[in-house]
């Protein structure tokens, strides 16, 4: 299966002593902004290609997926990704865990479309050679190579989301995460980066409200006020989520 | 809203470095000002049409659009210095600020961001000794010329919904109505835009610098 080999995407590890096979692991954690307890109790290990997240607004999913690659660490508990705590090798953790938000015009920091695609790389210290023939290659998978030199701020709300989910893959993580990547686009766009997202050979983890993005996924779990409270295939899961909600 | 921005074209013009491009700008104003005469402003001009126009090959309605952004400015000290000097000082003044505005025009059409930005953080560099990061400078760079849109989009989309309940103020007013909700927004999109950065690796060791060997990092 696809997840058994991410370490093959992932880019080559800094000195961290990464165990690809391990997944993500959360053990007891809870997350608490001042008094507010957001998230708790969560223990899960993630090795499934395919992992998705439901549940109501304010439930934490948000906190829960910036938990996965160390842009929240918990407040109690841990969470490592390949045997790499987020609290203490955060970069390293970054390094193998791609993250893309749902505002695509947070996410694009350079004016145009291939600087931004560079950026990671830069950061990364890729050699200026090999990062213009990666950002060529990921611009041309993702339909943007016409749109190299263009200024950001110019394109549709699909082409620049489609710009920030390949501004993280073309530094090569081996997981991604997905907060809800296609709540602003339009049903052709949102259906474009569903198909996207389908076709990496990454593990995913996606939150979303839009429920058939989850069809085919391995696992889904469902969000209710901090806990896990469903974790199953996405017939089961979607089914409770339903009911969950049903009874509000 | 479009910030003068790189037009790609296969010229000469693009290809030269960065640097280069933004000495010769220096350079022609400096000449300009040790060399005052009506002659110099019109030779400087057309030398920038010929380069903007003929060899970078670049749309006139680039250079058009910043000719327009200065028209008053160009008509006030052609005025001014008709009235208090001669008309022939006054052509000369506005002269010499058009061919430098243009020029500064087709250099920025003609450069990417990253390539200016190269030469700001060379620039920069000596300030290394005293713990700055040029790169981080750099980035300020690109990403004032990456979200002055954004913003200006944001400002037009409230006053849009302002508009769109009725509301249409004008003057000191508008500004407060607009401005606070959109200092509300500009504070939302700068925590995310940090998230951003930071998940894409902004807060790892620069290149070019040894990584620490060891792997114990404390989160930020
Ligand atoms: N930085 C913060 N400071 C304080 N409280 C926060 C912060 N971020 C989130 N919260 C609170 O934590 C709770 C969970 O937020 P979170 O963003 O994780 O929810 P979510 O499930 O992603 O919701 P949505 O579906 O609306 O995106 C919410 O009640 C929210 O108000
Ligand atoms: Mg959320």
């Known amino acids: 299966m696809r997840f058994r080999r ?40 993630l090795t499934e290609a395919r992992v998705g997240v439901v549940g109501a607004n304010g439930s934490g999913k948000s906190t829960f997926a910036r938990l996965l690659n160390g842009l929240v660490v918990p407040t109690s508990g841990s969470v490592t990704v390949d045997g790499l705590d987020t609290r203490t090798q955060v970069r390293a953790v970054r390094r193998r865990v791609g993250f893309v938000f749902q505002d695509p015009d947070a996410q694009i920091v350079h004016p145009t479309v291939a600087e931004d695609v560079a950026y990671g790389l830069e950061n990364q210290g890729v050699p200026p050679a090999e990062r213009a023939a990666r950002v060529a290659e990921v611009l041309e998978r993702y339909g943007l190579a016409g749109h190299a030199d263009h200024p950001a701020h ?30 602003l686009l339009d049903l052709v766009n949102a259906r474009r980066v569903a198909g996207l997202i389908a076709g990496l050979e990454q593990q995913v983890v996606v939150v979303t409200h839009q429920l058939d993005l989850l069809d085919g996924f391995d696992r889904v779990l469902v969000v209710d006020g901090g806990r896990v409270v469903e974790d199953a295939s996405p017939g089961p899961a979607v089914a409770a989520y339903r009911a969950l909600m049903a009874g509000r | 809203m479009t910030l003068a921005l790189y037009v790609p074209r296969a010229s000469l013009v693009h290809r030269l470095p960065a640097g280069a491009k933004l000495l010769c700008l220096a350079a022609l104003a400096v000449a300009l000002f040790l060399l005052p ?22 749309p006139p309605a680039v250079l058009a659009r910043q000719a327009r952004a200065v028209r008053w400015w160009l008509l006030a000290l052609l005025v001014v210095h008709a009235l208090t000097t001669d008309l022939r000082t006054g052509a000369h003044v506005a002269l010499r600020l058009l061919a430098l505005v243009l020029a500064a025009a087709v250099v920025t059409a003609t450069t990417r961001v990253s390539e200016m930005v190269a030469v700001v953080e060379r620039l920069c560099g000596p300030l290394r000794l005293v713990g700055v990061r040029p790169a981080r400078i750099g980035l300020v760079v690109a990403m004032a010329l990456r979200f002055i849109p954004v913003l200006v989009e944001r400002a037009d989309r409230i006053r849009a919904a302002q508009a769109a309940r009725g509301g249409s103020p004008r003057g000191v007013r508008a500004l407060r109505t607009t401005v606070a909700p959109l200092l509300v927004q500009v504070l939302q999109m700068a925590h995310d835009v940090s998230e951003a950065l930071d998940a894409r690796g902004a807060d790892d060791d620069p290149p070019r610098r040894r990584r620490r060997p060891a792997p114990a990092e404390a989160s930020p």
């Open chain 1, 6 to 45: 991410p370490g093959t995407a992932g880019a080559p590890a800094a000195a961290d002593v990464a165990d690809p096979g391990r997944g993500i692991e959360l053990r007891g954690v809870g997350h608490r902004y001042g008094e507010r307890v957001v998230l708790d109790g969560i223990d899960l290990t």
């Open chain 1, 154 to 183: 110019l394109l549709s709300g699909g082409q620049k989301q489609l710009l920030a989910i390949a501004g993280v893959l073309v530094m090569r993580p081996a997981r991604i995460v997905f907060d809800e990547p296609t709540t």
């Open chain 2, 37 to 58: 005469t009506l002659p110099a402003a019109a030779g400087a001009l057309a030398g920038v049409l010929v380069v903007g126009l003929a060899v970078a090959r670049l």
